[in-house]
């Protein structure tokens, strides 16, 4: 199971912090992924994190501005987001993957519920 949470309103240019805690896995057999999905629109890739926390994947839409990272002792990823921009609206999602991350939404095998974030313009 996993609890994604940190989630809120923010100004445009403003900072959030959303963590992934999860429950009942083995976390450090699993890659950590982070999705978005804005109303309408498809669940898409943000940033992943490798079991061991020593490879990071971001989509070039937030890079230079998110960083993902985990701590597995307490079996929880992190997604740092800074100079937040309007278009980051939407529920974020963290998911686990067996094995390799991936930027396939649909290879993922637990999925939290969502955290909302709102940048206001």
């Known amino acids: 199971q996993l609890q994604a949470s940190g989630g809120g309103l923010v100004q445009t240019g403003g900072s959030l912090t959303l963590s992934c805690a999860a429950s009942?896995?083995?976390?450090?057999?699993?890659?950590v992924g982070w999705f978005r999905q804005a109303p309408g629109k498809e669940r898409d890739f943000v940033a992943a994190v490798s079991r061991s926390g020593g490879s990071t994947y971001y989509a070039d839409s937030v890079k230079g501005r998110v960083t993902i990272s985990r701590f597995n002792a307490r079996n929880t990823v992190y997604l740092q987001m800074g100079s937040l921009k309007p278009e980051d609206t939407a529920v974020y999602y963290c998911?686990?993957?067996?094995?390799?991350?991936?930027?396939?939404?649909?290879?993922?095998?637990?999925w939290g519920q969502g955290t909302q974030v709102t940048v206001s313009s």
């Open positions: 998911a686990a993957k067996g094995l390799a991350t991936s930027r396939s939404p649909g290879e993922y095998d637990y």
């Open positions: 009942g896995l083995t976390f450090s057999l699993y890659g």
